[in-house]
């Protein structure tokens, strides 16, 4: 009976393939309505425009802004405005609205971007000014007309974020509360109509997998884990994105173990890293490499040469450390000590899995890895009081000051190292950036503070009638919006 | 009967003046801190340490833990909860939206456990050491053992991504509101099913056994006995003299159900991606979102405080010989 009365409602609401019947609607998942806060920019993108963004070559590309100049010692920018941008109300955007935003939000209230100065020097031309050299790329900018008059106070609760007026590629046609959001198109867009007409984000929670096989939505973000179950579903595509980050072991330096730098390159040799990522479903093209990467260096490929995996090399360096088995339990030992630690693991992004197999490719080398996964909070109150031997977790480029520079809580205290990040504070040149990153990394080549087990990489499955996506730099469905286009079902 | 519901609501004060507290003490003891949390996972650029003293000023917590805990039990007791550090906005806005969809799946899952559990628990009891009676004992028992979140996932699995009977998540379809309102009636049932079902069906199960141990006991009394002697029939028997007895018991424990129904709508609402009370509190432990954990617990403390006391005065009003201060309440 509860199936008679399940297939009779079911049929009553839909009939065929819910996603093919769609048109040139795209349904993405997202988790919840958080999307929609004024700093989720991935998805700001949808509605509002910043100044610039980076380009697959990873360059600054004009968005709102045509062109701009900067100082010598990049701490002020001078941005030109497009003249052919304008608010979903008519209203052109102007040099007022970059100003009003950025005053916005750097008062106190909101705390984004504090001791950002800026000028409007006409309507279509802004100076910003800041103590620190710095390129502005993820800000996008809210109209100051409609704005001026709230209270900043009350900044994240205004109606204007779920009714907002942008100038972007897709504008907010409604919002249901806890259930979407959909965008139509922005008829009035500078670089014209996207193909794409309407858009929904639907707030589905952790279940947007389930979504995406029952045919609710087209595009969703999902899980390594998840991979095998959609590429034998011949209905969706599988993206893969890679980021500079890593999912790095970080190696406690001041512990006894690890404090030669021949025992951390002779880990880095005994781990076979392309078997990990095949075991773990992650894309085998990816980033193998033990340099720290700017963005314009990862998608320009320019990476030096990782240390390979090689147990003989590593056997060899372990032994020059004073590491054999001698008693041939297995185990390396050194003064009657195994070669025994334990990584603590933070137990988000699935990384216990990542842990268990490193467990087993360390013990082929006679390494004995024990794992404790703790609460991703837990975790940073053991890392800050410095109680850990080794550390699995993300590696983003942002934090390679907190990882290596001063007062780490690694214990790494590489001189150049330390003097090479005081550099990068001091510069926003993407090519000296460039350069001291390659400088950092030819440290890491012979004193290793840590192994990067994967690249930073996601991925996302997408219904085969969606187009336009592709791996590696075109994989992310909501930065590319603009560009994407549903095939309907003649195939065009 | 006034006068001991206002008794026992004035007791209830310094009850959750203490669940309050200890919740408070906890929360805050707990290992981990939200500005952690908002860093690491909500980022993309390096933070200024500068940018995380004002969020952390901003947020009250660079002050002692006494001070947060009198501002934040003052400002509880004007009704105001704070604002959520993950959604950046009024927990009471934030609550407010989801109490109703946790409201609407315990309600209904309080109703099919009554229908079910009962009317199995009756059927059980009628045709004792029958093979009906066999399969609804060993049903029940099963589906008391399975757990809700395994079960929800389960039936996810075949209903909706395998069978697409029924939707994986959320509470209505995309074109609800283009739906005529029989068709709205239908979708809201549709996306209900499955959820309700989880959550009802392991109290039912309950229910069913304890309604087939109390109709036993009743109809083994002098007085059923008495009306059968009488000549009336079974039906009668059973309807009008044993049923109301063994109901006295079972109606009283749906006020304590509460708190168990409760408890299970956190995973279920995970499970099915319902946007109540449940899976906010969830993802707030998660986020160490400080006031929207105080505030669902603090919520949930005052529905169990209420739910026993409706079962207290509930078991008044059906027993007659109950009475409280001296006084029949009904």
Redesign the interface.
């Known amino acids: 009976m509860l199936q008679m009365l399940a297939l009779g409602i079911a049929g009553c609401r839909h009939g065929g393939d819910p996603a093919s019947a769609r048109g040139s609607t795209l349904v993405m998942a997202v988790p919840d309505a958080s999307v929609l806060k004024p700093d989720e920019w991935d998805l700001d993108f949808l509605t509002f425009l910043p100044l610039a963004t980076r380009n697959e070559q990873g360059e600054l590309e004009g968005r709102l802004a045509q062109r701009w100049q900067h100082s010598a010692d990049f701490k002020e920018w001078t941005y030109h405005l497009r003249t052919d941008v304008h608010w979903d109300d008519g209203r052109p955007v102007t040099a007022r609205d970059v100003k009003f935003t950025l005053d916005l939000l750097g008062h106190p209230a909101i705390a984004a971007y504090p001791g950002i100065n800026a000028t409007v020097v006409d309507d279509v031309t802004v100076r910003i000014r800041a103590a620190k050299p710095h390129y502005i790329d993820d800000i996008v900018y809210y109209p100051e007309h409609l704005l001026r008059s709230l209270d900043p106070g009350k900044f994240w609760e205004w109606a204007f974020w779920t009714h907002p007026v942008g100038n972007g590629p897709f504008r907010v046609l409604r919002y249901l509360p806890d259930r979407l959001i959909e965008f139509e198109t922005n008829p009035g867009y500078y670089k014209g109509r996207p193909r794409i007409e309407r858009v929904i984000l639907k707030f589905v929670g952790e279940a947007s997998l389930t979504e995406l096989l029952s045919g609710n939505v087209d595009v969703a973000r999902g899980e390594p884990s998840q991979v095998p179950r959609i590429a034998s579903d011949r209905r969706f595509s599988i993206y893969n994105s890679v980021a500079p980050g890593a999912y790095p072991i970080y190696w406690k330096i001041e512990h006894p173990l690890f404090r030669d730098p021949r025992v951390r390159r002779a880990l880095v040799h005994s781990l076979d890293r392309r078997e990990l990522l095949r075991v773990l479903n992650l894309p085998e093209e990816a980033p193998i490499t033990d340099a720290v990467l700017t963005l314009r260096q990862l998608r320009r490929r320019e990476w030096p040469e990782p240390l390979l995996y090689d147990p003989a090399g590593a056997r060899t360096l372990y032994a020059a450390a004073g590491w054999v088995d001698r008693n041939r339990d297995g185990v390396l030992e050194k003064d009657g000590r195994p070669f025994r630690f334990t990584v603590s693991v933070g137990n988000g992004f699935g990384l216990e899995k990542v842990a268990v197999y490193v467990q087993a490719q360390l013990r082929r080398a006679g390494v004995q890895m024990d794992i404790r996964v703790f609460d991703e909070s837990v975790m940073w109150d053991k890392l800050r009081a410095g109680d850990f031997e080794a550390w699995l977790y993300v590696h983003q480029p942002t934090s390679l000051r907190r990882d290596f520079g001063r007062g780490n809580p690694l214990g790494y205290a590489n001189p150049a190292v330390f003097e090479l990040i005081d550099r990068l504070q001091q510069t926003a040149d993407p090519n000296e950036e460039d350069r001291i990153y390659r400088k950092i990394s030819d440290v890491f080549q012979t004193d290793p503070p840590m192994v990067r087990l994967l690249p930073g990489s996601r991925v996302w499955f997408a219904h085969r009638r969606i187009r336009g996506l592709s791996s590696p730099f075109r994989a992310s469905a909501d930065t590319h919006m603009e560009d994407l286009w549903v095939e309907d079902a003649t195939g065009r | 009967m006034g006068r001991y519901i206002l008794k026992r609501l004035l007791q209830a004060i310094p009850l959750l003046a203490g669940i309050a507290t200890i919740t408070f003490v906890m929360v805050h003891l707990a290992?981990?801190?939200p500005m952690?949390?908002y860093i690491?996972?909500?980022?993309?650029?390096?933070f200024?340490p500068?940018?995380i003293e004002?969020?952390r000023k901003?947020h009250g917590l660079d002050q002692p833990l006494p001070v947060q805990y009198v501002k934040w039990i003052g400002n509880v007791a004007r009704g105001d909860f704070g604002?959520s550090f993950?959604?950046?906005?009024?927990v009471a806005?934030l609550i407010a939206?989801?109490v109703p969809?946790t409201l609407q799946l315990t309600a209904l899952a309080l109703f099919f456990d009554a229908l079910i559990g009962m009317t199995l628990g009756i059927l059980s009891a009628v045709k004792q050491y029958s093979r009906t009676d066999r399969i609804i004992t060993v049903g029940s028992l099963v589906m008391y053992a399975i757990p809700g979140f395994w079960l929800g996932i389960m039936l996810?699995?075949v209903?909706?991504?395998n069978l697409?009977?029924?939707?994986?998540?959320?509470?209505?379809?995309?074109d609800y509101e283009l739906l005529s309102a029989p068709?709205k009636l239908?979708?809201r049932?549709?996306h209900l099913?499955l959820p309700v079902f989880v959550l009802g069906v392991a109290s039912a199960a309950g229910t069913a056994r304890f309604m087939r141990n109390k109709l036993l006991d009743v109809l083994s009394e002098e007085y059923v006995l008495a009306a059968r002697a009488r000549g009336l029939s079974e039906r009668a028997v059973i309807l009008h003299h044993a049923l109301r007895n063994a109901l006295i018991p079972i109606v009283t424990i749906y006020g304590l159900a509460l708190p168990f129904l409760l408890g299970g709508a956190v995973l279920i609402e995970?499970?099915?991606?319902w946007?109540g009370m449940g899976?906010l509190a969830v993802?707030a432990i998660g986020a160490?979102d400080y006031p929207v954990i105080l505030a669902t617990s603090m919520i949930a403390a005052v529905l169990v405080v209420l739910g026993n006391l409706v079962a207290d005065v509930t078991y008044a009003l059906v027993d007659p010989r109950v009475s409280y201060g001296g006084k029949r309440l009904a």
């Open positions: 290992p981990g801190d952690d949390m690491e996972q909500r980022s993309q650029r390096e200024d500068e940018v004002l969020l901003k604002e993950r959604y950046r906005r009024p806005t939206e989801r969809y996810v699995l209903f909706s991504v697409g009977w029924f939707p994986t998540s959320q509470t209505r379809s995309l068709e239908l979708d049932l549709w099913a995970k499970v099915f991606a946007p899976l993802d160490r």
